[in-house]
C-alpha cells in the first residue's frame, strides 16, 4: 500500500489565487502574525512569483537582487514594493537560492 500525501500546488493555488502547477518550485511560509506568503519559481521564467496575504494576495514579481534593505526608510525591507520583515526576508531568499536554477537559460 502506498501512502501519497496529498499534492500542496493545488492547495497552495487555492489559497494565493495563483497558477502554481506541480512543475513549480514553491514555498510556503507563515509569519508570527498568522500572514501567509507563497513563493513559486516556473522553469524558464525570469522571475519567480510571491504572494502574501498582507497584500490581500497581490502577485509580486522576485529575482535574485529583489530584496532591499533601507530604500524606502532606513532599515525596511522591501521586495518589488512590499515592505517584509526579516524572517520573510530570509525565507524568500532561500526560496530564490534554491530555485535558480530553473530562472537560469538552458543551453
Known amino acids: 500500500m502506498t501512502d501519497n ?3 500542496m500546488e493545488p492547495v497552495l493555488a ?3 489565487g ?3 502547477t506541480d512543475r513549480d518550485y514553491v514555498g510556503y511560509f507563515m509569519n508570527e502574525y498568522g ?4 513563493f513559486a519559481q516556473r522553469r524558464g521564467d525570469k522571475t519567480g512569483r510571491l504572494w502574501h496575504s498582507d497584500a490581500d494576495w497581490e502577485m509580486f ?5 529583489s530584496i532591499r ?3 524606502v526608510m532606513e532599515g525596511v ?3 518589488d514594493g512590499l515592505i517584509i520583515d526579516r524572517p520573510e526576508a530570509t525565507w524568500l531568499s532561500s526560496c530564490l537560492a534554491a ?3 530553473l530562472r537560469q537559460k538552458s543551453n
Open 35 to 38: 500572514e501567509e506568503l507563497v
Open 5 to 7: 500525501p496529498p499534492a
Open 69 to 71: 534593505v533601507g530604500e
Open 18 to 20: 495563483g497558477a502554481i
Open 99 to 101: 530555485s535558480r536554477h
Open 14 to 16: 487555492r489559497l494565493c
Open 61 to 65: 514579481r522576485v529575482g535574485d537582487h
Open 77 to 79: 525591507i522591501t521586495v
